[in-house]
């Protein structure tokens, strides 16, 4: 469980992002794949967890769940994948060492007051 | 009527905090020649007897070092000090990873000029680990026979950032009926082409192939 420091360090860079602009921020959105080793659901409870009683009380945390996408040698194509246990071609099966997406962990936009 | 919030696009990776220390530590593991290693594996998979039969056999021939990681106790380090290796315990406290920062502070006043091979054993965990760049050069995930072969497949992640697979406690694999090809199969589905290596931290069998993963480094 460690997607409360996650949380705390999307909200420090929020509130950084927000002074700099003087707004306050409503929500933030976020990339997160399943590769990233980050949990939503436990890091979305811990958002609340640690906004709360901060400026940041009641914002919304956005999250844009991104697939595996890998690359397929035998097809020469990037190919989406449904499963992170499996990392083969879904169309002819080759084994798919390179993954192109899903490891992602960033913060794509904020919503700030205007 | 409430004015829209306006959204602001930015570009910024959570962790970028935690990659930038990995980065200068690779750089300074680097320049000083140090090979890193890191473990990770669930808790009891025999980490730390892998760790101390490495430290004495690898140890004989050349400088090695190790930081381990723990919940809240130091008995590792002192397991592992009994090799005359230099050990340095990181106590997490209730965090259940190792990141960057921990380790750049471990570091604290040794001489990397002195270490050949530096060992880090992460918390025993197969998931938060996954998140942390550590600057090493090599991570190992370290997985016992005891633990059951789809392991892998419910812990995708772990293994999607590690170098090497090594099975522990292969003295017990046929009383514990140790299937290889499905623990092989479970490790390539989520790693296609990853290494894989039994080893005995007990007996010492796969030891001398494991080592050999540093030995010339």
């Known amino acids: 469980m460690h997607e409360l420091s996650i949380a705390l360090g999307i909200i420090d860079f929020a509130t950084e992002e927000a002074t700099r602009r003087n707004s306050r921020v409503t929500g933030i959105h976020l990339r997160l794949g399943p590769l990233s080793g980050v949990v939503k659901d436990a890091l979305l409870f811990s958002y609340d967890i640690a906004t709360a009683d901060t400026p940041l009380a009641g914002s919304r945390l956005v999250i844009d769940e991104v697939p595996v996408v890998v690359y397929c040698p035998a097809c020469r194509e990037p190919r989406t994948l449904e499963s992170m246990q499996h990392l083969a071609c879904p169309t002819c099966g080759s084994p798919t060492p390179e993954v192109r997406e899903g490891r992602e962990l960033e913060v794509v936009a904020l919503e700030l007051e205007p | ?217």
């Open chain 2, 1 to 217: 009527m409430t004015p829209e919030p306006r959204l602001v696009e930015v570009r910024r990776k959570v962790l970028k905090q935690n990659d930038v220390i990995a980065r200068e530590l690779r750089e300074r593991f680097a320049s000083a020649g140090v090979f890193v290693v890191s473990l990770v594996s669930s808790p009891g998979s025999g980490k730390t007897a892998l760790l101390e039969r490495t430290l004495v056999e690898l140890g004989a021939r050349r400088r090695v070092a190790a930081l381990v990681g723990d919940l809240a106790t130091e008995n590792d380090a002192s397991r592992l000090a009994r090799s005359g290796a230099p050990v340095r315990q990181i106590t997490t406290g209730t965090v259940c990873h190792l990141d960057a920062s921990m380790v750049q502070r471990a570091l604290e006043g040794w001489d990397l000029e002195q270490i050949d091979v530096l060992f880090i054993e992460n918390v025993g965990n197969l998931v938060c680990p996954a998140s942390y760049d550590l600057g090493e050069s090599l991570r190992l995930v370290v997985l016992s026979v005891t633990e059951g072969e789809d392991k892998p497949r419910k812990y995708p992640t772990i293994f999607d950032t590690a170098d090497v697979a090594v099975i522990t406690k292969i003295d017990l694999a046929s009383a514990v009926e140790f299937d290889w090809d499905a623990a092989e199969q479970s490790i390539q589905a989520v790693r296609p082409g990853m290494p894989v290596m039994g080893v005995s931290a007990k007996t010492g069998e796969g030891m001398d192939r494991y080592i050999g993963l540093f030995d010339h480094r």
